[in-house]
């Protein structure tokens, strides 16, 4: 079936639609990733966001129901260059397009995903729509005026706590959108951790007593959720704190720092480690950043690509945050310096 992708300036391109026939409007973003797109598909910090993938064929190995970061799809919609009609992988259990039929999210196929790409770079994301009907202009700039994004971490975050039992160090994860694999990299570790909705009272996170506290990833813009913010506060000062993508903005505003909209998305990003000089490339998805660092703090880390600040840590309490994600190779040593937070070890020496 024929479908457009309309972007907010008017700019339209023409498909193929897959997956499930669902009009579909969103923040339109795109990602440079070779592989790991159902990895992509399932992450909370994509929640209403429609993804432009880079590399022209997606869904050559398939779809297994192991290597998700959540339950369900995330994205609004999917772009793609060529979708594999035939996947072939020993894990393989069904193809995109049935996937996404499955999580009722729409595909669009056969456009030009590097003239879009080139859109986006210039000016920036912006609101689109997939669709297979013909619509009329008022028709569109009503349906993508209408369209925001500010309720994505409460949609996302869990409604209730949960513990996942260990014998090491006890975590309090607060909940923005956290992914399935930043969990099993603590399992690893032998963490336990107590996971608790986004809008918990600083006072119940306390009375678990953990031994750290990590504020993950998540969607959206950090400037809608003032809430947490003040929230972030009355925890500075009382355990050392991890703070990952979105959380690393919520802790900059915390402490002072100032953020903007500029989106990192991809499993290539080079990010200079200050303290050893080493390149770490890095896997990314946020889409605002630190734009001016709160005092005392330090840099620690800087895009290669654009400069921009990557991560930070507290010159006096055991408190830092990155804005990509370690993974479980533990880029950064970002974990073990976590631990040793933990462990009353400072932070500034660890990293």
Not at 164 to 170: N, P
Not at 212 to 225: A, R, T, V
Request: charged letters at 25%; one cysteine or more.
């Amino acid at each position: 079936m024929r479908a457009k992708l309309i972007l907010e300036d008017g700019t339209t391109f023409n498909g193929n639609a897959f997956g499930y026939m669902k009009e579909a409007v969103g923040e339109v973003v795109f990602n440079t990733q070779m592989t790991g797109y159902q990895e992509l598909l399932t992450d909370p910090s994509y929640y209403g966001q429609i993804v432009a993938m880079t590399y022209p064929l997606i869904g050559n190995y398939g779809i297994n129901l192991e290597d998700i970061e959540s339950e369900t799809v995330k994205v609004k919609g999917l772009i793609v260059r060529e979708k594999a009609d035939f996947p072939n992988n020993w894990r393989c259990e069904m193809e995109l397009d049935g996937y996404l039929k499955q999580n009722k999210v729409i595909g669009i196929e056969g456009i030009d995903t590097r003239a879009l790409t080139k859109i986006l770079s210039k000016k920036g994301t912006m609101r689109g729509i997939i669709t297979v009907r013909d619509l009329t202009a008022s028709q569109i700039e009503q349906k993508i005026r209408s369209y925001h994004n500010i309720n994505a971490v409460l949609e996302v975050t869990t409604k209730e706590k949960y513990v996942i039992e260990a014998k090491g160090h006890h975590i309090a994860i607060i909940d923005f959108g956290v992914k399935q694999s930043i969990i099993e990299c603590l399992k690893e570790r032998n963490c336990a951790m107590t996971v608790f909705p986004a809008g918990t009272t600083p006072e119940e996170i306390l009375e678990s007593n953990p031994h750290g506290i990590l504020l993950s990833n998540g969607p959206g813009n950090p400037c809608d959720i003032s809430w947490a913010v003040e929230n972030i506060k009355k925890l500075i000062g009382k355990k050392p704190i991890l703070a990952l993508d979105l959380g690393c903005q919520l802790l900059a505003l915390a402490l002072g720092g100032t953020v903007k909209k500029h989106g990192h998305r991809g499993a290539n990003h080079p990010v200079k480690d200050l303290g050893t000089n080493k390149i770490l490339i890095t896997t990314q998805n946020h889409s605002y950043g630190i734009e001016e660092l709160p005092g005392d703090t330090i840099k620690t880390h800087v895009n290669i690509n654009d400069d921009t600040i990557e991560g930070f840590v507290h010159k006096d309490l055991p408190l830092f945050g990155v804005q990509f994600y370690p993974g479980n190779r533990d880029i950064g040593n970002i974990y073990s310096c976590f631990i040793r937070a933990m462990e009353g070890e400072s932070v500034c020496q660890g990293i």
